[in-house]
Nanobody, 122 residues
Framework: VLLVESGGGLGQLGGSLRLSCAVS????????LGWFRQGSGKERLFVAS???????VYEDSLKGRFIISRDRAKNTMFLQMNSLKREDTAIYYC?????????????????WGQGTLVTVSS
C-alpha cells in the first residue's frame, strides 16, 4: 500500500489548510490511520488518528482546531487545520497501521507517506 500526502504549503497565520492522504494499493477501511508532524530538529509528534472502527483521537492541544476525517469513496484521509499558528509549521506525515487499533506512538505505524511541508507565516 502507498500513502501520498498533499495540500501542504504556505498557510496564513489564523487561516486554514486541508491536508490529504491518498491511499493506493489497499482499501482505506482496512487501516488504522494517523497524522504526525515533525518540526525542524524535533521529534515526530502525534497529531490525530482515526481507527478503522471509527474512533478518533486528537493530541490534546490540537482539539478544536484540527479535524481528521476519512472518505471511503475517495480512499483518502484528510486533516483540516484551522486557526493556524506559527508552531504548526512542520512536515506532516500520514501513516497506516494494520494492527488492532490506532495509536498515538509513531513507531506503531508500519506504512508512511513522504510528508508534506506546512509553513505558517503572517
Amino acid at each position: 500500500v502507498l500513502l501520498v500526502e498533499s495540500g501542504g504549503g504556505l498557510g496564513q497565520l489564523g487561516g486554514s489548510l486541508r491536508l490529504s492522504c491518498a491511499v493506493s494499493g489497499g482499501t482505506i477501511d482496512t487501516y488504522n490511520l494517523g497524522w504526525f508532524r515533525q518540526g525542524s530538529g524535533k521529534e515526530r509528534l502525534f497529531v490525530a488518528s482515526t481507527s478503522r472502527y471509527g474512533q478518533i483521537v486528537y493530541e490534546d492541544s490540537l482539539k478544536g482546531r484540527f479535524i481528521i476525517s476519512r472518505d471511503r469513496a475517495k480512499n483518502t484521509m484528510f486533516l483540516q487545520m484551522n486557526s493556524l499558528k506559527r508552531e504548526d509549521t512542520a512536515i506532516y506525515y500520514c501513516a497506516a497501521r494494520t494492527r488492532a487499533s490506532a495509536s498515538t506512538w509513531y513507531k506503531d505505524y508500519e506504512i508512511w507517506g513522504q510528508g508534506t511541508l506546512v509553513t505558517v507565516s503572517s
